[in-house]
């Protein structure tokens, strides 16, 4: 395991991208100006070739923030990069000694800026708690559970038992950056999930967070969803071939299979939602953004992805240098559920 970092007030840098968040903006903005932490802090907003008013609702803000600095991640003329290029940005714009990110549809809740400075004064790689209720409609919350990492953090249930987590939730220390490198513009979707991985593999434990929340907003139009939930599945898929840990030669008839299981489902859930009974939309909604990831990832297996030579590598090497960062995060985690 690597050495922790030494406990001080260190410097945060709030890392904020933007592309045509207009819509939704205002309220990460105001809850951002209510955060404070010891060790000074600053934001950084990247402009990713916003259209809209999105930076003038930022300058409108700027006297409310200690440090406030706009950059620019896109040249004109260009084809527009996602999220990990404007994060990576961001960063070597930064000029704190830890990273906090978080996004412009989504809004932190009060204490969330002190309590992942805390964390991140002993951990390298801090995760937020997600709450999917406060932003959402009753119908857009899963039917089952309160949602992904809003009680530890996800992890796959076949070898390597990788865990997983949102960017909009990443805390990380500028050592563990350095060390690792910039996201992977490769993945514009599963970035987060790619960095997780990666820092596993590297020998460092995930810390999750319980008091540092963030309020995390679901997808309200169901073609949205679908769109989303497909691209949710075509860069996971991609994401295992990457790492070698993709299923077998009997994987497309095995998802074909699952595909054609779960059409019943989502025509009950259209009657159900259809007859105004309770949980239909709900119901409806999950099964969208279920069918919607179970079609991107069959179009990766129909594409049959190359396999990086360079980052690529096979599940025994991947497991054997992930072990011990995963107990150690398995253990934190649980520590963590049981005490909150």
């Known amino acids: 395991m690597h050495n922790r970092p030494t406990p001080d007030a260190r410097k945060l840098s709030v890392i904020l991208p933007c592309f045509n968040g207009a819509a939704t903006l205002a309220v990460q903005l105001e809850a951002l100006t209510v955060q404070d932490w010891p060790g000074g802090w600053e934001l950084i907003v990247v402009n990713n070739g916003s259209t809209d008013d999105s930076m003038a609702m930022v300058e409108a803000y700027r006297a409310r923030f200690p440090v406030l600095k706009i950059v620019e991640a896109h040249v004109p003329g260009t084809p527009r990069l996602g999220v990990p290029h404007s994060y990576n940005t961001g960063i070597q714009a930064a000029t704190g000694n830890a990273f906090v990110f978080c996004e412009a549809d989504d809004e932190v809740a009060p204490g969330w800026l002190a309590a992942m400075g805390r964390a991140l004064t002993v951990h390298d790689f801090v995760l937020a708690r997600l709450d999917h209720r406060k932003l959402n409609a009753d119908w857009l919350h899963p039917p089952h559970g309160e949602g992904y990492q809003s009680a530890g953090l996800f992890r796959m249930p076949v070898a390597p038992h990788f865990f997983s987590a949102s960017a909009c939730g990443f805390g990380l220390s500028r050592s563990i950056y350095e060390k690792l490198g910039p996201l992977n513009v490769d993945f514009p979707i599963v970035h987060d999930g790619e960095y997780c991985w990666r820092a596993q593999l590297a020998g460092y434990a995930l810390h999750f967070e319980p008091e540092a929340l963030v309020h995390y907003r679901e997808k309200s139009a169901l073609m949205a969803r679908f769109r989303q939930g497909q691209s949710w599945g075509r860069d996971t898929t991609r994401l295992h071939h990457h790492y070698r840990t993709a299923m ?59 396999l990086s030579a360079q980052r690529g590598m096979g599940l025994a090497t991947a497991a054997a240098a992930a072990t011990a960062a995963s107990a150690a995060t398995a253990a934190v985690v649980a520590d963590q559920v049981a005490s909150g």
Do not use: D, N, Y
Not at 285 to 295: D, L, P, Y
């Open 248 to 306: 077998g030669r009997l994987s497309l008839p095995r998802h074909l299979f699952s595909i054609v299981r779960s059409l019943p489902s989502g025509a009950k859930a259209l009657l159900s939602r259809a007859l105004r009974r309770p949980q239909g939309q709900a119901l409806l909604a999950e099964w969208i953004w279920s069918f919607g990831w179970a079609t991107g990832k069959l179009q990766l297996i129909l594409q049959k992805p190359a």
